[in-house]
């Protein structure tokens, strides 16, 4: 990596992840911050933040979770969409922005309620001359879809992932399954209290306000139902169905990245270093493999050996998705997603990449690890991939 100065990162949080039309909206900037005394809301300089679906939510998302979690009127704001990348682009911006000397203090990572995302109406501002009209759903169009192409869902492309590396249906199946119950064994150990800023939810009329402090999809295994759901996208001979794919889901991350110089200012105590990113890309309908490519890019900027790191996340937008990756990679499995994954915890997909990073972190400090490596992939072909050195 090039002699720039060091980032660290000083605060990693999430909310717990809802289900898709559950009951919160999400924040998680304000207990980043608030977990770093030495912090004030003030001396936040920008923050870079992740979302994909938009419609309707007003302008510039990172501006209003900046507003909303008490942060200064001066913080500049600029909110990413890299697809399901979005957290982690976001994360390794800050870190470029703090290197270049243009801030000593960020917020970054993701927000995404796909429960709120709206239908749309297209020929609505030109008018309906004649006949039926067809809303568009805005979950599938700008979050789930393909935009070149065949246009077809990306599930399709999940199937396709598993034709072309040949991964049958109990395959897909069993590696779901171990997703929950190590998501759950997680959660019961209490490893994910670190990790989630517990939130507070309406109880209802004239009942009193619930917090909510864990995951809601994790409890919702059902070994023999998952086995026999029919495909969700190809039907009869498909392999991809919903439980071993990832839930829609509503969520948010963040971390607190400083500056060397300010930490040794402000005397923080820092969890991370970041190391080195990449990022890559391939033909869209290939995207679930392209974090295959980012993630040796990764491990080249930060000059670390793949066998050195302790513990990968790789998103998992499917299950053939961690299993592609780790076959390309040579990844064993006891090395990867060791808390579970999307498939379990859910995936709000402009949240994601700074999720999986957070949940990383919290596997390198229950697992005394040392150095780390996210990767996740992004529609249209992409993927991002961060590496980073615990210091907890």
Known sequence: MPPFPSVFVVSAVRTPVGSFQGQFIVESERTAVERVPSIKAADVEEVFFGNVLSANLGQNPARQCA???GLGESTVCTTVNKVCASGIKSIVLGTQTIMTGNADIIVAGGTESMSNCPHYLPVLR???????????????RDGLTDAYGKREHMGMQGEECANDHTFNREQQDDYAIRSYKKA???EKSGWFREEIAPIEVSGGRGKPNVTVDKDD?????NEEKLRTIKPAFQPGSGTVTAPNASPLSDGASAVVLVSEAKLNELKIKPIAKILGWGDAAKAPSKFTTAPALAIPKALKHANVKQEDIDAFE?????SVVALANMKLLNL???????HGGAVAL???LGASGARIVTTLLGVLREKKGKLGCAGICNGGGGASALVLESLQ
């Not at 790789?314 to 499917?318: D, L, R, V, Y």
């Open 217 to 221: 999809e994790t409890k919702n295994l």
């Open 332 to 338: 064993q499995e006891e090395k990867v997603n060791l």
């Open 126 to 140: 030109t008018g309906a001359k004649f006949g039926d009209q067809t809303l568009v759903d805005g979950v599938l």
């Open 67 to 69: 507003i909303g979690a």
């Open 184 to 186: 759950q064994a997680a």
């Open 346 to 348: 859910g995936h709000p």
């Open 314 to 318: 790789i998103n998992e937008a499917f």
